[in-house]
């Protein structure tokens, strides 16, 4: 198959299917997330908690029955996710470790206060050889050094670099404090001794262009947030990656009634995107594995701010005309909607959005307002799947 064809709905179903937000789940329990996280390549981290933090916020989403406790399992227990450096803070498959091995020794080379780090680097070692997991309080070096941002303490310093440089992994969290140990308790010795499967540094940038354009479902060659985290990735880089994937037969173009751009696919997802085609109205969809053809209920989510649907907010607009803005960076006096209001998804449209605030004292869930988009008609069905989308949020956010 050479190229694609795909009106605007079949184009949304398509990108719904991939991300696991199209009918029925297909996607449950702790194998559910692991399946989700292994064909997204990562889902993004950030520590801010409104009404539970991003990473949790996508899986919910997604996820039949999923419980925070699920997702530390799988970081912290079962050890088959890592928390990596990969679009920004991100939670990775533990098997994608060896990957990222140039950007591990990246930080080798530009880490600042580096002989003050170092001198502390195996004194704290073995500290926790004899002792286990510990947290930048536990160590009794509060000098200061300067580190990427700011000065910070010695001992959380060296912890980074430790932790930057892959000899230290995050052994687990406590109230977000991060504790840590040695890589090899917390890595399999046949992942950490894995050789880097991207030695050469445009192949790297190849793998990670893909795993972006798998992670959407579509995705364009264009400056995108989709591409954060891949360092110095330049428009005649991207442009040589794009030619090489599409000459390898990896990618395949996709053209969109209405848009201007050409958007690609990874050609193994292509008879999946061309089934988009088989149906001319989806709203109410079940995908099997091979299909984006459908006959459920329609399904109605919250999605989160930096959720992996979200990376190109100007593909959102152009493939939905829903034009989404984070808004919590932005002074309160200049914000249209609210410090963290997160998408609403209702069958295969974007509706409007939400601000949910969870209370952890009284374990109550505030919505503070909801913004229907414009051309929505507001329907009691509407409502009714609203309210019960609500109703299961404040569950998830109490688990």
């Known amino acids: 198959m050479k190229e694609l064809n795909l009106t605007l709905n079949q184009a949304k179903r398509f990108i719904l299917y991939k991300q696991g937000l199209l009918g029925d789940h297909r996607f449950s329990g702790k194998k559910g997330i692991l399946d989700f996280v292994r064909q997204a390549g990562c889902i993004q981290f950030d520590p801010i908690d409104v009404c539970r933090r991003n990473a949790e916020l996508v899986l919910q989403s997604r996820v039949a029955g999923f419980t925070k406790q699920m997702l530390y399992e799988l970081l912290y227990e079962d050890r088959k ?14 098997e994608n470790w060896p990957n990222f091995k140039r950007d591990r020794d990246w930080h080798l080379e530009h880490e600042r206060s580096f002989d003050e780090i170092q001198q502390a680097c195996d004194k704290i070692k073995a500290i926790i050889k004899e002792r286990g997991p510990v947290c930048s309080a536990d160590l009794e070096m509060s000098e200061k050094v300067d580190w990427y941002w700011t000065t910070t303490k010695l001992s959380r310093a060296a912890l980074e670099h430790m932790y930057f440089r892959g000899e230290l992994a995050i052994h687990h969290k406590n109230k977000g404090i991060k ?5 090899e308790r917390c890595v399999p010795e046949k992942i950490l001794k894995a050789a880097d499967p991207y030695p050469d540094d445009f192949d790297h940038k190849k793998w990670r262009v893909l795993e972006r354009i798998g992670s959407l479902g579509l995705l364009w060659n264009r400056p995108s947030d989709a591409w954060l985290g891949i360092g110095d990735l330049k428009a005649d880089t991207r442009n040589k990656i794009f030619d090489s994937l599409l000459q ?12 201007k751009h050409i958007l690609y696919c990874l050609s193994k997802d292509a008879k999946i995107a061309a089934t988009s085609s088989n149906s001319a109205t989806c709203s109410n969809s ?3 594995s091979n299909s984006a053809t459908c006959s459920s209920p329609t399904r109605c989510e919250f999605i989160a701010a930096l959720d992996n649907m ?5 593909l959102i607009k152009a493939i939905w ?6 808004e919590i960076y932005t002074p309160a006096a200049q914000r249209k909607y609210g410090y963290y209001v997160l ?11 939400i601000e949910p605030v969870y209370d952890k004292k009284s374990k109550q869930l505030q919505v503070k307002n909801i913004w229907y988009e414009p051309e ?3 329907t009691k069905k509407i409502e009714a799947a609203v309210a019960a989308t609500t109703k299961r949020f404040e569950k998830f956010c109490r688990s």
């Open 343 to 353: 998408p609403i998804l209702y069958g295969e449209n974007l509706i409007g959005r």
């Open 321 to 326: 005309n829903f034009d989404y803005k984070w």
């Open 248 to 259: 390898e037969g990896r990618i395949i173009p996709v053209h969109v009634e209405g848009l």
């Open 179 to 183: 504790y840590y140990d040695l890589i």
């Open 286 to 288: 079940t995908a099997s």
């Open 310 to 314: 979200m990376w190109d907010r100007n």
């Open 376 to 378: 929505i008609k507001i």
């Open 81 to 94: 996710l890592l928390d990596n450096f990969d679009k920004n803070l991100a939670i990775i498959p533990v």
